[in-house]
């Protein structure tokens, strides 16, 4: 499967992103805006290998949809569009499983990723449950396929992202959970699926529905993906 057939990030529609919380880190984001193709030069080190992000659900399959006025796919699908967009610029090739509102089988997702021999695959969820007390990010990843080096991979790319979400937002953290999940258990490379909040827990989801809060969430995915990216690359 060639990306042309597909989803590609610099098919994204044009929009200005800006950022009201600045991190205490070594090198910060400026509010960005779109760009056809990423900015090597702007890149923390060398990579030219492909990130997956994967808005969940979609189409015929609407996600949660405790928030009335929307649905989890269409949070999913803003949500990720803003991590796309921030991982563009800061140098790294993204593409998306989906850009629009469409439905597209698990398997098919996964295959995506592996087709192009992706170095990560993220998906973006938000939560919900039967309690309204439910409340926080918690990071899945698929520990059951007895492949130590990816399940380890994995493990460390989820602690990663939730620290940096959690450093992001103050949001509480749910942790890193071990989940037999299709689209991280099918991929071959490092894999997560990220739950962003609870749309039943109405103070959060208060939170979510806010343009700002969901730009810090996908600041914080970003950074994490650059900041794993970064401490692998120092391992070699």
Not at 18 to 26: D, E, F, I, L, M
Not at 76 to 99: C, D, E, W
Request: aromatic residues 8%; glycine residues 6%; proline residues 4%.
């Amino acid at each position: 499967m060639n990306l042309h057939k597909w989803l590609i990030c610099s098919l994204l529609p044009t929009f200005l992103l800006a950022c009201s919380h600045t991190p205490a880190r070594t090198k910060t984001l400026n509010a960005f805006t779109p760009i056809a193709q990423p900015n090597y030069a702007n890149a923390p080190f060398k990579t030219q290998s492909l990130i997956v992000i994967d808005p969940g659900h979609g189409g015929k399959d609407f996600g949660s949809e405790a928030a009335k006025t929307t649905t989890e796919k269409e949070l999913n699908l803003k949500t990720s569009k803003f991590v796309a967009h921030y991982l563009q610029q800061m140098g790294f090739p993204v593409a998306m499983t989906r850009i629009d509102d469409r439905f597209i089988a698990l398997q098919s997702r996964a295959d995506m990723a592996n087709d192009e021999n992706a170095i990560l695959f993220l998906s973006v969820h938000y939560n919900s449950a039967p309690s309204p007390s439910a409340e926080g990010i918690e990071v899945f990843y698929y520990g059951g396929d007895k492949k130590t080096k990816r399940t380890a991979a994995s493990k460390a790319f989820a602690q990663t992202i939730l620290e940096s979400v959690i450093m992001e937002t103050d949001a509480k953290s749910r942790g890193v959970k071990d989940g037999n999940l299709a689209v991280i258990r099918e991929t071959q490379m490092p894999a997560i699926l990220i739950e962003c909040g609870f749309l039943t827990n109405a103070k959060e989801r208060a939170r979510i529905l806010d343009l700002n809060y969901r730009k810090k969430l996908a600041k914080g995915i970003a950074l994490g993906v650059r900041d794993y990216l970064r401490n692998t690359a120092n391992e070699k």
